[in-house]
């Protein structure tokens, strides 16, 4: 098993058979290159993207500022800080929301993933 020092944590959001979000936690290899489209930075928020929506695309979103509760389709909750990785694959269905769980601003990157690009993505075990 490799050192988790050559790893950065990881969540990542998905649909299963019948639609619904659901989550996982992992990890993803540091120094991969990741077939990637664009990237763009934002720390506004629209009132739609804290209720339940999918992901517009399959993307990577790295915090940059802010601590935000994920909410998908059961209820099941977790946290993203600075130095995890959300990879948002929900995209359809009902989807997931969030809320700012510290401070009033969520600042982070957006990095769409190219179309069918392997996202390297490591689950942890059960």
């Known amino acids: 098993m490799k050192d988790n020092s050559e790893f950065i944590s990881a969540v990542r959001l998905f649909n299963d058979a019948d639609g619904s979000c659901r ?34 695309r399959r993307q990577y979103v790295v915090t940059l500022k802010g601590k935000i509760r994920f909410k998908v389709t059961d209820g099941s909750t977790f946290l993203i ?3 995890v990785i959300l990879l948002a694959e929900d995209v359809e269905g009902k989807g997931h ?11 982070r990157l957006y990095i769409p993933l190219a179309e069918n690009a392997e996202s390297f993505f490591i689950a942890d075990s059960m």
């Open 23 to 56: 989550f996982e936690k992992g990890k993803l290899p540091l120094l991969k290159p990741m077939n990637t489209t664009t990237f763009w930075l934002n720390n506004k928020t629209e009132e739609w993207e804290r209720v339940d929506h999918p992901a517009p």
């Open 81 to 83: 800080e600075p130095g």
């Open 97 to 107: 929301s969030w809320e700012i769980e510290d401070g009033d601003q969520w600042e």
